[in-house]
């Protein structure tokens, strides 16, 4: 079987046994997922999530014979990603004086024709922090809400109960700016 082709238990054996093949490949099946997670759940710049992914392969490469397989390798990297992203925040925020940012989604009257990207990005500026990771992770990387909790570190009741919540929160901002809720979620 190609290398390629392995599950993610295969290439963390493969790495294991200090494969740099097997681990660039992990890196290049994660990071456009871990990027795009950075960039939206943590308001990030691109720049950033790339030195945070960068940061946690490196951890984990650093800590590989204390994986266990017991849990999922997405559980895993995303929660150093999560970690990583947060304290990129604390330093921030201790460091620079918040800036005010206010976006309105607009939908130019007689123009139906918006970016869907640039949307949903405007619509997840709308969440905090916690609301947004969980749109990301339900909504877009659809993983099931035990993993969800397992990442975020939240009980499964008050994760379902912020899932509903939010996404109530969500089709109020697109009513209320006269989008349809289709073009975003299905």
């Known amino acids: 079987m190609s290398v ?3 599950s993610d238990n295969e290439l963390i054996e493969e790495i294991k046994k200090e494969s740099n093949t097997a681990l660039k490949i992990l890196l290049r099946r994660y990071s456009p997922r871990l990027k795009f997670y950075i960039v939206h759940s943590f308001s990030l710049p691109e720049f950033e999530a ?3 992914i960068q940061n946690a392969f490196i951890k984990f490469f650093l800590n590989i014979s204390k ?3 017991k849990y999922e390798f997405t559980t895993y990297i995303y929660t150093l990603v999560r970690n990583e992203s947060l ?3 604390r330093f921030f925020k201790k460091s620079f004086s918040s800036v005010n940012e206010t976006t309105k989604i607009t939908n130019d009257s007689g123009n139906n024709n918006f970016d869907i990207n640039d949307c949903v990005s405007m619509l997840l500026k709308k969440l905090n ?3 947004r990771q969980i749109i990301y992770f339900r909504e877009i990387e659809e993983l099931s809400y035990d993993e969800i909790s397992k990442i975020t570190k939240t009980k499964l009741g008050t994760l379902k109960s912020l899932h509903s919540r939010t996404i109530a929160k969500l089709r109020t901002i697109i009513d209320n700016a006269d989008l349809r809720w289709e073009d975003f979620f299905s």
Do not use: G, L, Q, T
């Open 4 to 6: 390629i082709n392995k």
């Open 50 to 52: 790339e030195d945070i």
């Open 67 to 69: 994986y266990s397989f």
């Open 87 to 89: 304290s990129i925040k």
């Open 129 to 131: 922090n916690k609301e």
